[in-house]
């Protein structure tokens, strides 16, 4: 059973940076495709940054330019590097993952962690 733990929420003023880290229980680089999701309160779930099936990051709309995702092998993390963070990034994020290379095509993915809060203030 694979496991996807994040880590690296907190409180933050508006303007100020966090990075997530999420750690896996199997080897990340046996994931097809990899991402961050999150949920603000009263809104669906989101897209924000992803790895696609040719290792190409991706980026939402109304965070590119002050996220960044990243991967660690030696140390078999995926991060998510947020900064000048904005009121409206307040959300649950989630790392997810999937080993197949069909689902992440359909950007369904299999894996997903528990998420961590963050909550940026004025």
């Known amino acids: 059973q694979v496991q996807l733990v994040e880590s690296g929420g907190g409180s933050v003023q508006a303007g100020g940076s966090l990075r997530l880290s999420c750690g896996s229980s199997?080897?990340?680089?046996?994931?097809?495709?990899m991402g961050w999701f999150r949920q603000g309160p009263g809104k669906e779930r989101e897209g924000v940054a992803g790895?696609?099936?040719?290792?190409?990051?991706n980026y939402a709309d109304n965070v590119k330019g002050r996220f960044t995702i990243s991967i660690d092998k030696a140390k078999n993390r995926v991060y998510l590097q947020m900064n000048s963070l904005k009121i409206e990034d307040t959300a649950e994020y989630y790392c997810?993952?999937?080993?197949?290379?069909?689902?992440?095509?359909?950007?369904?993915?299999?894996?997903w962690g528990q998420g961590t809060q963050v909550t940026v203030s004025s």
């Open positions: 997810a993952a999937s080993s197949s290379l069909s689902s992440c095509r359909r950007r369904s993915f299999a894996f």
């Open positions: 199997t080897d990340i680089l046996s994931f097809e495709c």
């Open positions: 790895f696609d099936t040719d290792g190409n990051s």
